[in-house]
């Protein structure tokens, strides 16, 4: 493989993802889907017995949400909202005539009561605390959704819109780690069985300036962030997969309880899904038919 010909040129040049012009927003082919797709399909079957709740949301979550979240405190730097033209004619007379010049028309338009997702479990701890107490044991929820961050770049592995499959539990301290637990070493299996090397390490969300310098030190010091990483397309290598112990995090923003109304604990895991694609297609090479056959066992059966 020549060094100098990037990853992300292979896959474009393969047709497996479709330059926009945008970095991080790509088309992706039905071969590269199918990758997705089976690799879905795999997470099922280990996460499958658990019983877990499947909810889909559409990749937004209301704008509110996003608020109360805190997600403009820690993350403004990621977020996106959605902005839609509101006006009458004259207005649009307005927005037409800055077009033809070229100017800035999205001036012209106002924030929705909608904003794109950040991670796919966002939408789910609200819904959760709305839907009242938890029974006994907590619940466990399947969700997927694709997510936006405003972070272009050249690495083919972050992209500004990609899919996060998770799971994501409720319920007392001793359970949510658990469950974390259980996922880690589930994990460990799913991944050494597709042939990839990974390392489950220690790690820290991007909190935003300088009071988030504080929140990044303490999530890596209580060990409540870890990422499964695998070589992609950069020397470091890149998380595809993360175990997060929120504490009772989401009691205190949504109002998640228990059944006997203390706080609930929440946990999710987390698989990039095009990062987990992009790393099968960097170590077994662009064409799937010609993947290790064990590998090829593994994901279509
Ligand atoms: P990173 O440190 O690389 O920015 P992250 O800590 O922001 O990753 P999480 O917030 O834990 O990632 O998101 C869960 C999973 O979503 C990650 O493990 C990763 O596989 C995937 N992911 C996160 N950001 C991106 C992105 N920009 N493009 C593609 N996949 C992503
Ligand atoms: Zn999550
Ligand atoms: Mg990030």
Known sequence: MDASVTLLDQLIAEGLLIRTGVEGLYG?????????????????????????????????MTRRQLETSGYMKSFPQLAG????????????MDLLATLDEGGDWTQKQEATDIALTPAACYPLYPMVAAQGPLPPGGR??????????????A???????????EYVRAGTAEEVQ??????IERAEEMIASLDLPYEVVPANDPFFGRAGRMMKVNQREQGLKL?????????????????????DHFAHTWGVRLADGGPAHTSCVGFGLER?????????????????DNVRRVLWG
């Open 81 to 92: 909202t959605v902005h839609s033209f509101c006006g009458g004619d004259h207005d649009h």
């Open 227 to 247: 990422e499964m990483v695998i070589p992609v397309a950069n020397a470091q290598p890149t998380a595809c997969l993360s175990f997060n112990y929120h504490q």
């Open 276 to 292: 987990i694609a992009l790393a099968l297609f960097r170590h077994h090479g662009l064409d799937p038919a010609a993947w290790p």
């Open 140 to 153: 466990l929820f399947d969700v997927q959704s694709y997510c936006f961050r405003h972070e272009p770049s």
């Open 28 to 60: 992706r082919s039905g071969v590269f889907e199918d990758v997705i797709v089976r690799f879905e399909a795999l997470v099922s079957r280990v996460g499958g017995a658990d019983g877990a709740e499947v909810i889909r949301f559409p990749p937004a």
């Open 178 to 183: 658990a469950f974390r637990q259980r996922w």
């Open 155 to 165: 690495d083919p592995a972050r992209m500004q819109l990609f899919r996060m499959r």
